[in-house]
T-cell receptor, first 110, second 120 residues
């Protein structure tokens, strides 16, 4: 079993839809990152969370430490949101190195 | 926000040659940088942790003589793929840790844009 599990693996949405991507982890963490990777490959860090909720524009990230679960929400989705979204956790048992989920491929159609 | 650059963004080389990839932190000093490898449709895999002024720490299964890492300054780490072979073809990404945030306490990493290596 992977230490970081994301769902769904693939997601296709219509422009304007509300999108949720989930991340569950099985290890103790000090923080969780949500990353965005566009087709060119470059990675952008969207959020870093250790508790609660963060919002930036149309993106919202939440984390429940007790349940070892985080969600990334995109409101009013747009085709430019199409990318791979990756959840990564700072594993306290792994020398505080990032451990990555497999990613969720999001495609937003206009 | 902090910026990390990589050079080159794309490189094609012949089998047997060595390729150097640079990772630079442009507006902050990074004592720790990380090198990742990403296979097609797979997630990132940590290869090694690069610490300024000391030897890199390699993850299990990563050949340190194959992937040479040098972190000679606070703004530059290099990864050299020696005697490259087609199986080394991959997407290599670096990240740098924000030194203003203590490690393990909301650790912040900034990622470079990546380097796509193709070995013919």
């Amino acid at each position: 079993k992977n230490e970081v599990e994301q769902s769904p693996q693939n997601l296709t949405a219509q422009e304007g839809e509300f999108i949720t991507i989930n991340c569950s982890y099985s290890v103790g963490i000090s923080a969780l990152h949500w990353l965005q990777q566009h087709p060119g490959g470059g990675i952008v860090s969207l959020f870093m969370l250790s508790s609660g909720k963060k919002k930036h524009g149309r993106l919202i990230a939440t984390i429940n430490i007790q349940e070892k679960h985080s969600s990334l929400h995109i409101t009013a989705s747009h085709p430019r949101d199409s990318a791979v979204y990756i959840c990564a956790v700072l594993n306290m048992e792994y020398g505080n190195k990032l451990v990555f989920g497999a990613g969720t491929i999001l495609r937003v159609k206009s | 926000g902090a910026v990390v650059s990589q050079h080159p963004s794309r490189v094609i080389c012949k089998s047997g040659t060595s390729v150097k990839i640079e990772c630079r932190s442009l507006d902050f000093q990074a004592t720790t940088m990380f090198w990742y490898r990403q296979f097609p449709k797979k997630s990132l895999m940590l290869m090694a942790t690069s610490n300024e002024g000391s030897k890199a720490t390699y993850e299990q299964g990563v050949e340190k003589d194959k992937f040479l890492i040098n972190h000679a300054s606070l703004t530059l780490s290099t990864l050299t793929v020696t005697s490259a072979h087609p199986e080394d073809s991959s997407f290599y990404i670096c990240s740098a840790r924000d030194p203003l945030v203590p490690a393990g306490v909301g650790d912040t990493q900034y990622f470079g844009p990546g380097t796509r290596l193709t070995v013919l």
